[in-house]
Nanobody
Framework: QVQLVESGGGLVQAGASLRLSCAAS????????MGWFRQAPGKERGFVAA????????SYADSVKGRFTISRDNDKITVYLQMNSLKPEDTAIYYC????????????????????WGQGTQVTVSS
């Protein structure tokens, strides 16, 4: 069983930055991928970014490309989401998720492929 704990959400103004963290309880993530998803009120949970743990290869949703950066810390078994130039439309609950390794980018972006989820952290961006 893998436990994921997110932190770092908050209320900021448009243009500001936030960094989300997701700490995992597993001993090793070498054969895993981890992702960030978000869910705004009245909308489905959608893909934001993901990273393959062993290779470090990354995928981003078009809406965040160039503004958000996903990264990992092997020693801390933690994945981060650095969010810059935040916009009001980034307001959502952000969820960290983990899944078995996949080399298929479409699979990496598919919410249903993730087996483990954190509790979510609220990000609110005011205009």
């Amino acid at each position: 069983q893998v436990q994921l704990v997110e932190s770092g959400g908050g209320l900021v103004q448009a243009g500001a930055s936030l960094r989300l963290s997701c700490a995992a309880s597993a001993r090793t993530f070498s054969s895993w991928a981890m992702g960030w998803f978000r869910q705004a009120p009245g909308k489905e949970r959608g893909f934001v970014a993901a990273i393959r743990w062993s290779s470090g290869s990354i995928s981003y949703a078009d809406s965040v490309k160039g503004r958000f950066t996903i990264s990992r810390d092997n020693d801390k078994i933690t994945v981060y989401l650095q969010m810059n130039s935040l916009k009001p439309e980034d307001t959502a609950i952000y969820y960290c998720a983990a899944r078995g390794m996949t080399y298929n980018d479409s699979e990496l972006r598919r919410r249903g492929g993730y087996s483990y989820w954190g509790q979510g952290t609220q990000v609110t961006v005011s205009s």
